[in-house]
C-alpha cells in the first residue's frame, strides 16, 4: 500500500505599509507565500504549486498576486521602501485624519 497525498506550507516574507485596495486604509500587509507540496509516506517531496498573496491587517482583505510583483516588494521591503519617502506618512486617502489631528481623538 502506498500513501501518497499533499501538504501546504505558509511563509510569511514581509510586512509592508501600502493603501489597502479593499478598505482604503494605509495599513500594514503581510506579503506570504503558500507552498504546496507533494508527499509520499508523509514524507514531503517536491513543489507543485506556488502562490504569493498580500493580506491587509486592518480589514483582513487578501488579494493574490503574480510572483514577479511579490519579488518587487519584497526586494521594496528589504531596501526598507515601503512605497513610502523616509520619514513620511504612507499617501493619504479621502477623508482620512492622520493620528494627533483628529478633534474626537484623546
Same mark, same amino acid.
Given at each position: 500500500?502506498?500513501?501518497?497525498?499533499?501538504?501546504?506550507?505558509?511563509?510569511?516574507?514581509?510586512?509592508?505599509?501600502?493603501?489597502?485596495?479593499?478598505?482604503?486604509?494605509?495599513?500594514?500587509?503581510?506579503?506570504?507565500?503558500?507552498?504546496?507540496?507533494?508527499?509520499?509516506?508523509?514524507?514531503?517531496?517536491?513543489?507543485?504549486?506556488?502562490?504569493?498573496?498580500?493580506?491587509?491587517?486592518?480589514?483582513?482583505?487578501?488579494?493574490?498576486?503574480?510572483?514577479?510583483?511579490?519579488?518587487?516588494?519584497?526586494?521594496?521591503?528589504?531596501?526598507?521602501?515601503?512605497? !513610502?519617502?523616509? *520619514? =513620511?506618512? #504612507?499617501? +493619504?486617502?479621502?477623508?482620512? !485624519?492622520?493620528? *494627533? =489631528?483628529? #478633534?474626537? +481623538?484623546?
Amino acid at each position: 500500500m502506498i500513501i501518497f497525498g499533499t501538504k501546504g506550507y505558509l511563509y510569511q516574507l514581509a510586512v509592508l505599509t501600502m493603501v489597502c485596495g479593499w478598505c482604503g486604509n494605509p495599513a500594514a500587509h503581510t506579503l506570504r507565500k503558500r507552498v504546496t507540496k507533494f508527499t509520499l509516506f508523509f514524507v514531503p517531496l517536491f513543489p507543485f504549486s506556488t502562490k504569493y498573496a498580500t493580506q491587509c491587517t486592518f480589514c483582513g482583505g487578501e488579494r493574490q498576486i503574480p510572483r514577479e510583483e511579490a519579488d518587487r516588494l519584497l526586494a521594496q521591503a528589504a531596501s526598507g521602501q515601503d512605497g !513610502t519617502a523616509y *520619514g =513620511q506618512a #504612507p499617501q +493619504q486617502q479621502p477623508g482620512f !485624519t492622520p493620528p *494627533g =489631528q483628529n #478633534p474626537y +481623538q484623546r
